[in-house]
C-alpha cells in the first residue's frame, strides 16, 4: 500500500523504475500489505482562534519553504492555506462596503446579490404595494408619515408585513448609513419599501390557491437623479389630460400607493404624442382633475391654494407638507371637485411630490397657465420649505447649491435616531 506525506524527501526508486513519479512536494512511503500500519502524520499547529487568518508562524513564511510553495496563490502557504469560506467572506466585506446594501430576506445585503423569483406575485399579477421617502443632508425626511401610509397601504391590501414598524425604521436607518456614504455630500437618497404577497410556484394567478406564503418585503435606495427635474424649474411642467382615467376608488382605493400601474403606463404613452416631455394628469369617470403618476396637483385661485377632493387621489405627505406651510403663511387651503377648467383658468399650478418637492405648472393642454411662469404663492412656499429642512430645494436640483458642512440639520430634518 502506498501513501504520500509532506514535507518533501526522497523519490521510492520502484516508482521511478514503474515510470510514475509522485506530486513536487511529496515523499512516498511504503507499508506492507495488509500490515495495519499507517505512516505517522505530521501535525499542523492550529491557528488560535480569533487570530488573522494571514498570519503565519515565522518558520513557515515564504521566503523558507520550497519553490512549489512560494508559487501557489495568494492566501495559500503550504498546508495552512487561508479557507476558501474566509477568502469568500472577505471578498463579500469588500463588496458591501463599495456598493449600496438591500433589504431583502429579512436582512441588508449587497444590492448585486438581491434577486426577486420570476414567480413572484409582484410579476405575476403586479399586486405590489409601496412608498417612497427622501433623504436631505443624508437624514430621512418625515419618515414617520411614510412608514405608516405603507402598513396601511399593506393592511387594506391584505399583505401582513413580516417585521413591525419599528423595525422597519431601524432598518431603514442603517441602510441610509451606509448609502449615504456612497453619495456626494450636496446629493441625497429615493429610500423605497415594496411588498408583494411572495412567490406563486405554480404561476397561475389568482388560480394559485390559498396556500400559506411568505411575502417579499424590499427597502431600497438610489441616488435622487435631480438632473431629470431640471427642466421643471427651468421651464416648467406641460400636463396633459390623455384620454384613459383614473382607475376609480370603487375599484382600488388610490390612498394605497401601489404598483399596478398599467393605466399610468397608457396615459404617459399617450401624452409624449403630444410632447415627449409632458406629464399625463389623469381625469376620473366624471372628468374631475385627479393627479399624475408620482405627484399631486395644486391650484391657487384668488389666493386660495385648491386641491382635488381625497376621493380621487393619494394622500401625499409633500401635498400635507404644503397645506401645512400655507396654514403658516396665512394661506387658505381647500378641497372641492376640479375641472380642467379650473386647472386652464387658475393663476398658479404646481406638482407636490416627494422627489422634488414642488415644481411649477406652466401649461395644461398647451395652455399657459396664468402668464405661463412660475407663480409668486409657489416660490414662497418653496422658500419656507427649503428653510425647513435646511436646503435651496431649488438649488439642488439645478446643481447650483452646494452644502456646508459646519451647519447642523434644521428642526424640519429629524435624526435617525429620532425616528423610532
Known amino acids: 500500500m502506498v501513501y504520500l506525506q509532506q514535507p518533501p524527501g526522497p523519490e521510492d526508486p520502484a516508482l521511478l523504475r514503474a515510470g510514475l513519479r509522485p506530486p513536487p512536494g511529496r ?30 508562524p515565522t518558520d513557515r513564511s515564504p521566503a523558507r519553504l520550497g519553490r512549489s510553495a512560494r508559487n501557489r496563490p495568494a492566501g495559500e502557504v503550504g498546508r495552512v492555506s487561508l479557507p476558501r469560506r ?3 467572506e472577505r471578498r463579500t466585506a469588500e463588496t458591501e462596503m463599495n456598493e449600496p ?54 393592511k387594506y391590501a391584505r399583505i401582513a408585513v413580516p417585521i413591525p414598524p419599528e423595525e422597519t425604521t431601524a432598518r431603514t436607518c442603517e441602510l441610509i448609513a451606509h448609502n449615504a ?27 394559485g390557491g390559498a396556500r400559506l406564503r411568505t411575502p417579499t418585503f424590499c427597502i431600497h435606495s438610489f441616488p435622487l437623479p435631480f438632473e431629470l427635474w431640471r427642466r ?9 389630460t390623455p384620454s384613459v382615467r383614473h382607475v376609480p376608488p370603487v375599484c382600488v382605493d388610490p390612498k394605497t400607493k401601489n404598483r399596478s400601474r398599467l393605466h399610468w403606463w ?3 404613452q399617450e401624452a409624449h404624442l403630444v410632447e415627449p416631455d409632458a406629464v399625463p394628469l389623469l381625469l376620473d369617470l366624471e372628468g374631475n382633475l385627479t393627479e399624475t403618476a408620482g405627484a399631486n396637483l395644486l391650484l391657487v385661485k384668488n389666493g386660495v391654494v385648491l386641491s382635488p377632493t381625497p376621493r380621487n387621489i393619494l394622500l401625499g405627505v409633500s401635498r400635507a407638507v404644503i397645506r401645512e406651510i400655507c396654514g403658516r403663511l396665512g394661506v387658505p387651503f381647500a378641497e372641492r371637485d376640479l375641472q380642467t377648467h379650473d386647472a ?27 402668464d405661463g411662469l412660475p407663480g409668486e404663492l409657489f416660490y414662497r412656499i418653496l422658500s419656507e420649505w427649503s428653510k425647513d429642512v435646511g436646503v435651496d430645494i431649488r438649488g439642488q436640483v439645478l446643481g447650483t447649491w452646494r452644502r456646508s458642512p459646519d451647519a447642523e440639520a434644521p428642526p424640519g430634518v429629524r435624526p435617525p435616531d429620532r425616528l423610532s
Open 344 to 370: 386652464i383658468t387658475a393663476d398658479e399650478a404646481f406638482l407636490a411630490t416627494t422627489p422634488y418637492c414642488m415644481a411649477p405648472v406652466t401649461r395644461i393642454n398647451g395652455v399657459a397657465v396664468g
Open 86 to 88: 474566509l477568502l469568500a
Open 232 to 240: 421643471y424649474f427651468s421651464e416648467g411642467v406641460h400636463l396633459v
Open 266 to 268: 397608457l396615459a404617459e
Open 181 to 207: 456614504s456612497l453619495v456626494g455630500p450636496d446629493d441625497d437618497l429615493a429610500v423605497v419599501y415594496f411588498i408583494t404577497p411572495g412567490e406563486n410556484p405554480v404561476y397561475a394567478g389568482s388560480a
Open 101 to 154: 446594501v438591500v433589504y431583502l430576506g429579512g436582512k441588508l445585503q449587497p444590492a448585486s446579490a438581491a434577486h426577486l423569483s420570476i414567480f413572484d406575485f409582484g410579476i405575476i399579477l403586479g399586486a405590489t404595494v409601496t412608498d417612497l421617502l427622501r433623504t436631505f443632508r443624508h437624514r430621512p425626511y418625515r419618515m414617520e408619515e411614510h412608514v405608516r401610509r405603507f402598513y396601511e397601504s399593506c
Open 27 to 56: 515523499r512516498v512511503v511504503r507499508c506492507a500489505q495488509g500490515s495495519g500500519q499507517r505512516p505517522q502524520r505530521r501535525r499542523r499547529s492550529p491557528l488560535r482562534r480569533g487570530s488573522c487568518p494571514d498570519l503565519r
